[in-house]
């Protein structure tokens, strides 16, 4: 690659650092007007949380949702590579971010902070705080980077695996999630709930 095009490049993922920044930063603007929290009420700096039904649950940066944000990042790495193939990886990067963000926004509105805890195992979903939108965030731009890297095969095959591990560690996974919201099936609900 001559050195011109070197430079280019750099300047091209430069902008693109900042474009994606600017969107985080969007992003969490919009969560504070929802009133979203910072991070966990319980005031630890706690990295990760396991389970799924606790209190901690969306109050971290990462719980095991971030499974389901990084293969948000590979579905858009498809989507984008299909309808707009001829747009740099930079540009479908940060529309891809863009589309995370506004996901992260909408997931935290009352409609559908209600619509996880009437419809589906989230009986005691309070919304995400900012920390752990962030941590989605980052979750999806790397399931777009690995998708990018790895390429169509091998993301399907993570996609297939990550489905079947979420699942038997917390009932859970993207497509059930998305199930759930759009049409809840009882008999999924109830074997989703946690033995008490």
Request: aromatic share 14%; proline share 3%.
């Amino acid at each position: 690659m001559p050195a011109s095009s070197e430079g280019q490049s750099t300047v091209r993922g430069s902008w693109s650092l900042w474009l994606h920044a600017a969107v985080a930063i969007a992003m969490i603007a919009a969560l504070r007007l929802e009133d979203r929290m910072w991070w966990c009420a319980c005031r630890r700096w706690n990295l990760w949380s396991s389970d799924v039904w606790g209190a901690h649950n969306s109050q971290h940066l990462v719980d095991p949702y971030a499974f389901t944000h990084l293969l948000h990042g590979v579905g858009f790495w498809w989507i984008l590579r299909l309808v707009a193939a001829r747009w740099s990886v930079w540009w479908r990067s940060l529309a891809t971010a863009v589309l995370e963000a506004l996901w992260e926004v909408w997931e935290n509105s009352p409609f559908i902070i209600e619509r996880y805890r009437q419809e589906t195992a989230a009986q005691g979903y309070l919304g995400d705080t900012v920390l752990n939108s962030i941590g989605d965030l980052l979750s999806c731009l790397a399931g777009f980077w690995i998708a990018q890297r790895i390429g169509w095969r091998w993301s399907i095959a993570l996609f297939v695996v990550t489905e079947i591990v979420l699942a038997l560690w917390i009932r859970d996974g993207l497509i059930l999630n998305i199930l759930m919201l759009i049409w809840p099936i009882e008999a999924i609900k109830a074997w989703q709930m946690p033995a008490s």
